[in-house]
């Protein structure tokens, strides 16, 4: 379909300008016109044409090629055709070295020119066509910001809507950068609290004293350096979401606050007599197992049984790989944007590389990487060497990540199989390598049941 | 569209004119005759390229405001807009006003044998292309259709000299507004 794209055709001459407008209009493309390579650039801020006809040889000012890198800079897409009546080998390598699409030599052959517009017409169709398939994609693995086809994260997506409109308290667990924020988010926006606030608070940034008064808020003169009332986080998120992020961390005095809340729905402010009523529903993240930290005695049981209410527990991006090329491609879209970069679409090399990669810092980990990958990149297509860096951060280490639910018993149990299979079974070599005495190994083997062949 | 009349632009081949009347007339339903009126292409002759300016022709014709008819000019010359090589015709879009030559639909062109029946058809279809546009017709995506684009003799033979039934709509519904 040609009706719905625009052409400028950018022309000092009143009589070139014309004639190719008039042609290309009965071709059935929207046509406008400009005499000047300013009045071009003018035209260029105001819309994106689908294709920009420039006459190289313009009076002083902008010339064609001046003109064409003025509209680059608006659209970096631009697709720039360059005429001219003077063709000379310079000026055509000048131009395309400066990103025009097409250089023709005036006048054409109307089936050269015909040619030239329908094959950039069709690739501008096919890009369309990709964006908004694209979007659509994006569209059905998309909840409030979260995108994913995996099925866990699918059953987290429908729980949440079941839940989104209760007043129950949630658990939110998962590594860190899994996107609790986000689901947190999607809970409250989901639901009828969706009007009021959504507060979010992170309990892991603030000494005891201040995440008390930051919670609660604080009188006048509560303590040095209070000097006005200060309304808290659970006063301003009335009616709305409390999010306390990375609950593990708070004091064991804050713990027993908290409960309190939670069971009353009144606190005081810190200094202050008045006792205040909020209607908040608090959903509590961490990235530690609260779990564990009530079986180690650091968490009060009471106040993770009020939180648990609803569990939901975040898969790690690990556990969700399917999802890597659909997050990669949505964060390229939205930071080439914000950076101003060329860059929009990763190369199958690069989605290899992501795809392998194990993602300790999970999904804000690879956020991170493709913006560290998109600030170095030249060309439009993000290929495995803008990653390169990932594969030297593995290599020093610092990409191990801790198995999840793994003991420690479990992971030198682990590790011994290995070494020994690596050995065919030899102990001598297996301890050597594993920088134990042989009769340790041996305790370590008799202890897990192992031979020199595996499991017994 | 109440009628069309057939300028003739230089010396055309009267057979050649002749020939267009009955198959417009009858492609868009109204009359069609041969004006009285001769255009001299001299003043739109270009010294260099040897070929008739056809915007400046279209100008000449169109001192004639045709009185509600469309005018079609006819020449054998070659025609030329001045940012392409050549053009077999040009038209006022959504006018009343077009120009047609036969200069490059002749076989000797591209060293082959006179094909009378051949240039005749390829002129005829050219004609109806052209007065579409008058009607406000684009270049159409139907390559069978009369309307889509050709720029090369080949294309013209591929096409026929008829409307696809999209652009025919249009072309009746000219017609019904105008005959109002």
């Known amino acids: 379909m040609k009706k719905h794209w625009e052409v400028l055709v950018v022309d000092d001459e009143p009589v070139m300008r014309e004639s190719l407008a008039a042609w290309l209009a009965e071709d059935g493309y929207t046509v406008d016109t400009a005499e000047s390579g300013r009045e071009a650039v003018t035209r260029a801020a105001a819309k994106d044409y689908a294709i920009y006809f420039v006459d190289l040889k313009m009076p002083p000012g902008l010339d064609g090629i001046e003109t064409m890198m003025e509209i680059r800079r608006l659209h970096a897409d631009a697709s720039v055709i360059i005429m001219t009546a003077y063709a000379t080998v310079d000026t055509a390598i000048t131009a395309m070295k400066e990103g025009a699409q097409e250089y023709i030599v005036k006048p054409c052959n109307p089936e050269e020119i015909s040619l030239l517009v329908g094959r950039i017409i069709k690739v501008k169709n096919l890009q369309r066509e990709n964006l908004i398939l694209r979007k659509k994609l994006a569209k059905q693995y998309s909840f409030h910001d979260i995108l994913s086809k995996n099925p866990k994260m699918i059953e987290i997506f429908d729980l949440v809507r079941e839940i989104a409109s209760l007043r129950s308290t949630v658990l939110i667990q998962g590594g860190s950068g899994t996107g609790k924020e986000l689901v947190a988010r999607a809970i409250h926006f989901s639901g009828d609290r969706a009007s009021k606030p959504f507060v979010a608070v992170s309990c892991a940034a603030l000494a005891e004293n201040l995440l008390e008064s930051e919670l609660f808020g604080h009188e006048r003169g509560a303590f040095t350096g209070a000097v006005e009332r200060k309304r808290g986080k659970f006063e301003m998120a009335d009616g709305g979401t409390l999010l306390l992020d990375e609950i593990g961390d708070i004091s064991p005095k804050l713990q027993v606050d908290l409960l309190r809340v939670l069971q009353e729905r009144k606190f005081f402010r810190v200094g202050g007599n008045e006792e205040i009523s909020v209607d908040v529903r608090v959903i509590a993240a961490s990235r530690v197992n609260l779990q564990e930290a009530v079986a180690a005695g650091t968490f009060r049981d009471d106040l993770f049984y009020r939180l648990n209410v609803i569990n939901i527990h975040l898969p790690s991006l690990r556990e969700r790989r399917e999802d890597i090329p659909l997050l990669a491609s949505a964060f390229v879209e939205r930071l080439s944007h914000e950076l101003g970069k060329a860059a929009s679409e990763l190369s199958e090399g690069a989605l290899r590389v992501l795809v392998d990669h194990d993602w300790p810092g999970n999904v804000r980990e690879l956020e991170n990487a493709v913006e560290r990958a998109l600030v170095t990149s030249k060309g439009h297509v993000l290929d495995e060497d803008d990653f390169a860096f990932l594969r030297r951060e593995a290599g020093h280490g610092n990409g191990w990540a801790a198995p999840d639910n793994m003991s420690l018993d479990e992971i030198e149990r682990q590790v011994i199989m290995a070494t020994l299979n690596r050995t065919a079974g030899n102990v001598k070599e297996a301890a050597a390598a594993l920088g134990i005495d042989r009769s340790t190994l041996y305790d370590r083997m008799k202890r897990y049941g192992m031979s020199r062949t595996g499991v017994e | ?180």
């Open chain 2, 1 to 180: 569209m109440k009628a069309i009349r057939l300028v003739r632009v230089g010396d055309p081949s009267p057979d050649l004119v002749d020939a267009l009347v009955v198959p417009l007339a009858e492609e868009f339903g109204v009359p069609c005759s041969i004006d009285v009126r001769r255009i001299d292409p001299l003043f739109a002759m270009h010294p260099e390229r040897q070929q008739a300016h056809s915007s400046q022709l279209l100008a000449e014709i169109l001192r004639d405001d045709g009185g509600g008819d469309h005018l079609l000019g006819v020449t054998s010359l070659d025609l030329y807009i001045p940012i392409l090589t050549f053009v077999f015709g040009e038209a006022q879009m959504e006018g009343h006003c077009a120009i047609v030559s036969y200069h490059r639909l002749r076989q000797e062109i591209y060293g082959l044998p006179h094909d009378g029946e051949l240039l005749e058809s390829r002129l005829v279809k050219e004609a109806v292309h052209e007065l579409g546009h008058t009607l406000g017709l684009r270049h159409c995506e139907d390559w069978e259709c009369v309307m889509a684009s050709s720029h090369a003799v080949e294309g013209i033979d591929l096409k026929g000299w008829e409307f696809c039934p999209a652009c025919r709509t249009i072309v009746d519904q000219e017609r019904t507004v105008s005959a109002l």
